[in-house]
């Protein structure tokens, strides 16, 4: 009696901790993407920043979605952002709308730039990622810290749940165990995190890649861009890694 009486403890509790594990396999995400404004045009331009420091807002937040399961994925612009008309500043790349392909290893990426709107499709980005101890919690999953190099040059830092089985994030990071759900970019003084997370009737058969735009490789993209914006001097070189996420 004793020995049935323990087995039915240990089931219960075994029972009781697969209840709480929650292995999700699709999900829609809300993110807000927030620029230091300062500090972002602090580093694009020091003296031009000094003289219009009292025009920029502090910080600026725009809304995206992303939606998908382990085999493919869309991000996209979210509910329309307020932005104080009289502000200097404007976000930038902030309408891109990314197709992954996670089977396949590619993506088609619709981005605007200034008056020209590319339509990238390639190989997903190569990124080295290294794991560390450090975790937090965003919107209620717990999230583990990895930092990454993308294009050996733009260091990113990364929170994710390996309770999303889906090895996306925002804009076109992706190749963790997980989904990610908190984001940084140093560089740009931009920080994403997701503020709700819905896991039922999630609307796959929206998951399409967008179709209009100039169609070109994320090589080709970088290089026209590139060539345009170095005729800004170093400001112009500078914005250059804004299109590279």
């Known amino acids: 009696m004793k020995k049935a009486f323990f087995l039915l403890l240990i089931l219960g509790a075994a029972l009781g901790a697969g209840a709480q594990a929650r292995f999700l396999g699709q999900v829609k995400i809300e993110y807000e993407r927030t620029v ?15 003289r219009i420091k009292e025009r920029l807002p502090k910080q600026v937040t725009t809304y995206h979605e992303f939606i998908g399961d382990s085999t493919r994925s869309l991000y996209h612009p979210g509910k329309e952002a307020v932005l104080d008309p009289r502000s200097w500043y404007r976000p930038v790349a902030d309408k891109n709308v990314i197709y992954t392909d996670f089977r396949a290893a590619r993506t088609v990426a619709q981005k605007p730039v200034y008056e020209e709107t590319f339509l990238i499709e390639d190989s997903l980005s190569k990124i ?7 975790t937090r919690v965003i919107a209620g999953y717990e999230c583990r810290k990895a930092i990454g190099i993308l294009d050996d040059s733009v260091a990113i830092f990364a929170f994710y749940t390996d309770e999303i089985l889906i090895p996306g994030g925002p804009e076109g990071i992706q190749g963790l165990p997980g989904m990610i ?3 940084g970019v140093p560089r740009l003084h931009t920080t ?21 735009g100039k169609k070109t490789s994320r090589a080709a993209m970088m290089k026209q861009v590139g060539e345009v914006l170095r005729d800004w ?9 804004n299109f590279t996420i």
Not at 36 to 49: C, H, R, S
Not at 206 to 211: D, E, L, N, Q, S
Not at 233 to 241: D, R, T
């Open 36 to 50: 230091n404004v300062p500090a972002y045009y602090k580093d694009l331009d020091g003296e031009w920043y000094e």
């Open 128 to 134: 080295k990622w290294r794991l560390t101890a450090d």
């Open 181 to 183: 759900l908190g984001m």
């Open 192 to 212: 994403w995190f997701a503020t709700k997370v819905d896991v039922f009737d999630i609307p796959m058969s929206t998951v399409k890649p967008a179709t209009k």
């Open 233 to 241: 001097g170093s400001f112009g070189s500078k914005m250059v890694v």
